[in-house]
């Protein structure tokens, strides 16, 4: 970020900021304060795009009525370890938070639970509850489907959702976090190279002619975002969509594209109880020696360090604990104004 | 395939002869024609990579003792339900059908299980117990991990398995089956682009100046094949290298590569029966409407038929069965021998 154009708010400060606006648009104080904290925590995490510069957007989803501020999930029909719940539309970090917890819930009675979330929201960043999960001893597989914003591969017409996946385990008394969506790259990073105008780091999509290109502008006028691993996220994102669908019994992608907004979706949590598997230590040291041997690799960069999904994350959040978290000035202002 | 390199061999041929072939090593008659079905029915299925191509190895794999032909897999210990069982280091094929199994049995009895099996042996093609987990109206979400052949993401040296990953759920008497792993491509695949003296269809992986490319030898030469998604491959397979070992107590992909040879992998089966989770004729709509808007896809080249993961072995299968299953002349008189 420019250091111009941004400012350093604290956390205490963020949390105040959106508990505030939470409140006047009707939330009671304990659902205000939880929505909120997903809110600011992703942005101690370092991301932005999925906490405080997402809240305006989160507000108009509200005034819009997209989102039922009261709405709380209900449960709609169970089996053993595996049960369908309603999200009522209600707002997606929240209704993501109860889905989780409850498939802690099944887990630690069973080993294993899942959650499929019908008719809930954008649950902002799905890595928020990997590590939710893993500080209950949790490893938590999670996806959503989203509005198609891709095509299928080699289509040129979007029929796909991004559909980002999470997968989570404890991890040194923190977390082991992958949170990837099914497209190499988002709309927003794709603004943000244009903004900066600079290409991206590899090919991201088609141009108009079909050929593949790393400059952001050309991929925004062809719509053609680049599947991860081409065939394997494409065919992956479709799975997924059919998954949460299917087994929560809710919207798959192509329903919530009918609508043009994006509100209604579906979403899967597996929990995985790991102290029911075997002493905590004997799986702390699997996974430790397994990190070591991965830290062991030989950078193609000199200077470049190998690390591991979420790694990063603790230095930010040490970071911007200590120091504030970088906002941009726009950003701040126009939440202060809502 | 060449034409004048192949013959066409029959399933019931094809099936006898691996028979033939298992019981002269010391396979008991049910479980010889239980693996050698797994080898056919790939090859009758177009993945003659993970079919008919592979039996040689594996018999070589019996012969050097990696593989122990009369182990079971055993139960090692179970909550709820989430099963650990022991491989014995039993034919990979075997201990998969006993893992998909059982995996299918906790689903039936709890909307979901979960195997973790560990000491086990090469799966051959992932996607056969997808097929075979549908069949019981079952999802099927399992993965192995493997040797290490690919470098982390910005690393040079092979720390990472590209541990497949399948995906699988019943559809329409079948199956959709997605079974991918996490290079971009596989060693077999370079081999073959290369042995036809041609490019890969995108960038496979780098050359030893650290450049992207698409040429299969100068991949083979720097050792450096591309995970899928670059970042995103290579943060999966860690994950699922992690999980299979974690979950399962087994070994995981460093273990296996100090081993030099690949054997005693650790692989994780989850299964989610669909018939409790709602009528059946409810699910069938919610994912043939989704395959009805995805066929919609308009294509690139005109030409070009937009398909789902599996969608093309149903095709592949009628042929196969109805005329013969292609092999190379090579690889079938080395059988025939053997």
């Known amino acids: 970020m420019n250091k111009e154009n941004t400012i350093k708010v604290l956390r205490?400060?963020?949390?105040?900021?959106?508990?505030?606006?939470?409140?006047k648009h009707g939330f009671d104080e304990s659902r205000a304060t939880e929505c909120a904290a997903v809110f600011t925590d992703n942005s101690i995490d370092g991301v932005y795009t999925h906490g405080v510069n997402r809240f305006p957007g989160f507000v108009q989803h509200i005034r819009k009525g997209f989102i039922k501020i009261n709405a709380k999930p209900s449960f709609k029909h169970g089996f053993g370890s595996i049960e369908q719940w309603d999200g009522n539309l209600g707002p997606g970090p929240l209704n993501a938070i109860k889905a989780t917890d409850r498939a802690v819930d099944l887990a630690q009675k069973n080993g294993i639970g899942c959650i499929a979330l019908s008719n809930t929201n954008h649950w902002m960043r799905g890595g928020y509850y990997g590590w939710r999960a893993a500080k209950k001893n949790c490893v938590l597989i999670a996806w959503t489907n989203t509005i198609a914003n891709m095509p299928a591969w080699k289509a040129i017409d979007k029929r796909l959702g991004n559909n980002p996946l999470v997968v989570a385990l404890p991890f040194n008394e923190e977390a082991i976090v992958l949170d990837i969506a099914m497209s190499q790259f988002s709309y927003g990073m794709l603004e943000m190279q244009l903004m900066k105008n600079e290409k991206l780091p590899v090919d991201g999509g088609f141009d108009k002619k079909g050929n593949l290109t790393d400059d952001p502008s050309a991929i925004i006028d062809s719509g053609r975002l680049l599947p991860a691993g081409y065939w394997k996220g494409a065919g992956l994102a479709l799975l997924l969509d059919i998954l949460s669908a299917m087994?929560?019994?809710?919207?798959?992608?192509?329903?919530?594209?009918?609508?043009?907004?994006?509100?209604?979706?579906?979403?899967?949590?597996?929990?995985?109880?790991?102290?029911?598997?075997?002493?905590?230590?004997s799986m702390t040291l699997i996974v430790s020696n397994i990190i070591k041997d991965y830290h062991r690799s030989v950078p193609a960069e000199e200077k470049e360090k190998i690390i591991y999904p979420g790694e990063r994350v603790l230095t930010t959040r040490q970071r911007n604990l200590q120091d504030g978290i970088p906002v941009f000035r726009s950003v701040w202002e126009s939440i202060l104004k809502l």
């Open 247 to 281: 087994l929560s019994g809710g919207s798959a992608t192509w329903e919530i594209t009918e609508q043009s907004v994006e509100y209604g979706v579906s979403q899967i949590f597996i929990c995985i109880d790991i102290n029911k598997l075997g002493k905590d230590n």
């Open 12 to 23: 205490e400060e963020m949390q105040s900021a959106f508990v505030r606006v939470l409140l």
